[in-house]
């Protein structure tokens, strides 16, 4: 389990019980510029920081300064989700063998998701496994992407089918660099953070209700709180499954909808966070007509998801015939057959295979009428009746 979180100067550490590759996530502002936080991590004297277009001329010198005296590299990836992929992912190994870096290397991630998935792929991989550590940029990897271990690329046909478990050092979440961050790219990390409200922590649920408004406004004392909660859910669930045996399928609420989406559209055209709203709103409404969750629960979870900025309709070009294909690259299937993550209520996730094949064509049927601006009772309505 989680140890508590402690606050001071604004900081908070919480840790992540994984036994010998147990690790912390310090939250807080000013740590790009912390040595004691960063140092430490550090295995031997070769550093290679991986970051991208975007984030490089923001933090690369910040970090770069903190490191002083370390025999630094560095490695800048185009941005985007479009680049998370095995040709990109070379230009991570070229670095590490151009600069004749040695199984005592460490890897630094510097930016958002892509870069924290890509640069733990690369750090997996290389030599059989080096270190290395998070700092995540982005609101979505610093409550989810960055925790966990979980990183890979993409393929064409599905969305982190090829990756591995490999644990960070250290997860150094600086809360200023949220302050650069574009309010569509906030609005994305939101629904990560909704995510563990409605999986496992309803009180969590309704505080973000009762504040969206502020921490959409980025006050920093809710943000900051916001973070902490969610890496404390987080981290709960990996200590307790570090390698998705059972409990920790329930992290991906919305995903297999939400990967759908996003290999469907093309990577890029949604962002992760923004297909993860709309898939958890479609888990939401298949687990409404299985009877599961009440008609007053569903649209408090769609009305939540609008506030923070979120889409809750899926894209309405994408016909129900591609869903169920893209649905079926799902790292959840079993033996051909597709589990999702559903609610038996708010802050009840399941991981099920117990639900008809005509709910689920119900539920992408009334969601894609819905996107589309079709008024129809019968969408909306639970099926069978």
């Known amino acids: 389990m989680a140890s508590a979180i402690a606050a001071g100067d604004g900081r908070r550490r919480l840790q992540v019980a994984l036994g010998v590759r147990a690790y912390a996530i310090h939250i807080g502002p000013g740590l790009l510029d912390d040595p004691a936080l960063l140092r430490p991590q550090i295995v031997a004297s070769q550093v290679l920081i991986v970051s991208n277009e975007t984030i490089a001329p923001l933090y690369l010198a910040r970090v770069q300064a903190t490191l002083a005296g370390y025999h630094l590299g560095s490695v800048i990836l185009p941005d985007g989700e479009a680049y998370k ?36 792929f690369a750090a997996a991989c290389y030599q059989r496994g080096v270190a290395f550590i998070q700092i995540p940029t982005t609101l979505l990897a610093q409550v989810d992407s960055s925790v966990g271990g979980k990183t890979g690329v993409n393929h064409p046909a599905g969305k982190n089918m090829i990756g591995a478990f490999h644990q960070p050092r250290a997860v150094i979440a600086d809360t200023d660099t949220l302050n650069t961050l574009p309010p569509r790219e906030l609005a ?17 649920f309704s505080w973000l209700e009762r504040h969206s408004t502020r921490l959409c406004a980025r006050e920093p004392a809710l943000l900051a709180e916001a973070i902490a909660r969610s890496c404390r859910n987080k981290a709960e669930v990996v200590g307790a499954d570090e390698f998705e045996a059972g409990q920790r399928a329930l992290l991906n609420l919305g995903h297999t909808f939400g990967h759908a989406i996003e290999a469907g559209m093309g990577y890029g055209t949604w962002l992760h966070g923004e297909a993860v709203a709309a898939g958890m709103a479609m888990a939401a409404d298949l687990s409404w007509r299985l009877g599961w969750l009440e008609a007053a629960a569903l649209e408090r979870i769609r009305r939540v998801i609008t506030a923070f900025g979120l889409p809750v309709d899926p894209p309405a070009e994408l016909p129900a015939a591609r869903w169920l294909e893209l649905m079926a690259v799902d790292k959840k299937v079993q033996a051909g057959v597709l589990r999702l993550v559903l609610l038996r209520g708010i802050g009840a996730a399941v991981v099920t295979a117990d639900f008809p094949a ?9 969601c894609l009428q819905a996107a589309a601006g079709v008024s129809s009772t019968a969408s909306r309505a639970p099926a069978g009746e």
């Open 85 to 120: 992929d095995l040709t990109h992912l070379n230009l991570i190994f070229d670095a590490l063998l151009t600069q004749r870096c040695g199984r005592d290397c460490t890897i630094v991630a510097l930016g958002g998701g892509v870069v924290g998935d890509m640069a733990g």
């Open 188 to 204: 994305a990390g939101f629904a990560e953070v909704i995510k563990y409200g409605l999986i496992r922590d309803p009180d969590f």
């Open 358 to 366: 005509g709910h689920l064509r119900a539920t992408l049927d009334g």
